[in-house]
């Protein structure tokens, strides 16, 4: 009976992540950031969805897992919590962007650009593998490599226009923030 244990946690994990990026993602629009590509965001929360729906439905729950997929699936958490701690305050699940902020250069994105992408890209091609669901695995593997495609395109411009703030003596957004009187809204508020 491992299997409706291990969907447990994983949910559990997922459910717990998306209060953590909601939390975040309020704290950061309230200090002026802007949301980008959101509408694609919807898609991500179907996909999710989805492959744990699948998982569960397909999945005999007295299927024993691989004990060697069920360990890299294991070791990918702590991957994930590598990023998730390196980001601090700036992780979310959508692509938020704050003017002014440094990009993050430390922990797993000195190794790699967009390391979350890459773990939960393997997490959804391993889970199934762990159960032995090969198409859950194959199927959500492309659906989500199409939207990883279009998602880190839209990043990408994000974090260069951010690369082009960061290089500037003094930003935009951080000249009007440091001028404007208190009482008085930001062009996002108005």
């Not at 669901?133 to 593997?141: G, K, R, S």
Request: proline residues 6%; contains cysteine.
């Amino acid at each position: 009976m491992w299997f409706p244990i291990v969907l447990g946690l994983v949910v559990f994990q997922r459910l717990g992540e998306l209060w953590l990026a909601n939390e975040n993602t309020k704290r950061l629009m309230a200090e002026g950031a802007v949301e980008i590509g959101a509408g694609h965001y919807p898609l991500f929360v179907i996909l999710h969805a989805a492959w744990l729906s699948a998982l569960a439905i397909l999945t005999p729950w007295t299927e024993s897992p691989h004990p060697w997929l069920l360990t890299i699936y294991v070791v990918l958490q702590f991957g994930r919590v590598w990023v998730i701690a390196t980001l601090g305050r700036f992780w979310t699940t959508r692509i938020i962007t704050l003017p002014g902020a440094p990009l993050v250069r430390s922990g797993p994105f000195r190794v790699v650009r967009h390391p979350n992408y890459w773990i939960a890209s393997l997490e959804i091609a391993i889970l199934p593998l762990v159960f032995g669901q090969v198409w859950i695995a194959v199927m959500f593997t492309a659906l989500n490599a199409m939207l990883i495609a279009w998602r880190v395109r839209l990043e990408n411009r994000a974090l260069a226009d951010r690369a082009e703030e960061s290089e500037q003596p003094e930003c935009e957004a951080a000249r009007l923030r440091r001028i404007r009187s208190p009482g008085e809204k930001s062009r996002s508020e108005l």
